[in-house]
């Protein structure tokens, strides 16, 4: 079975993607950590649950990491343009204990199982050869934790509650298809739309709001 870990706002910098998540949900989101072997940094919200909201960026101060890096991320072009459509929360991860099976019935969308940090892994992710978000961010990217999930407690927690996920998607049949033989737990609800697009209904202490 797959789980919801955490929603990924996607964005062509940090500061941009920080500002995004103030205007949508009117909280500062701390600044969390670089991923040195991934060349990118993100900000980081607790949304409940055992559930986390990341706001990753490529690290300009980042070095090369000598492959694909995961979101999409080396696809600056597309990341702007994205993000320029108010395509910004863009995505999930899902976690899983049995991440080299759910890959070897789906290497096509979910791409390799790769060990990070590459010197002393941790966790495994599931990155496609081009690094490209799986399905256009319609498919949940990958972790597997190795029996040690994130721990809450490194995160901030600012009394965010995530209440809904919605994915517009212009096939939800064929969407919700996936997430069925996927065994997804408590999937995104699905809606006829343009284009990939998610909405995060979000409860704060200044009320109920929208990210996008």
């Known amino acids: 079975m797959l789980k919801l870990d955490h929603l990924t706002v996607i964005a062509p910098t940090l500061i941009e993607g920080a500002l995004h998540v103030r205007h949508c949900l009117d909280l500062d989101v701390p600044f969390g950590t670089r991923h040195d072997y ?45 993000w320029n459509e108010g395509r910004r929360l863009r995505g999930w991860v899902a976690s899983t204990d049995a991440i080299d099976f759910v890959i070897s019935t789906r290497r096509a969308i979910f791409g390799d ?12 992710f599931a990155i496609p ?37 919605t994915l517009e998607h212009p096939d939800p049949a064929v969407i919700q298809a996936l997430y069925h033989e996927l065994c997804i737990d408590r999937p995104p609800a699905i ?18 709001k929208e990210l996008t």
């Open 38 to 82: 991934m060349g990118t940094h993100n900000h980081r919200l607790q949304l409940g649950n055992n559930v986390y909201l990341e706001i990753v960026a490529l690290d300009p101060d980042g070095a090369d990491p000598g492959r694909p890096r995961w979101f999409g991320l080396d696809n600056q072009e597309k990341v702007r343009s994205d």
């Open 113 to 124: 199982r790769v060990s990070l940090p590459t010197a002393n892994p941790t966790f495994y």
């Open 129 to 165: 050869a081009d690094g490209s978000l799986p399905h256009d961010g319609a498919a949940p990217s990958l972790i597997d934790h190795r029996g040690d999930p994130t721990s809450m407690a490194s995160i901030p927690d600012l009394g965010a509650r995530l209440r809904s996920l």
């Open 191 to 208: 809606i006829t739309g343009r284009t990939v697009r998610y909405r995060a209904q979000i409860e704060t202490p200044t009320g109920l």
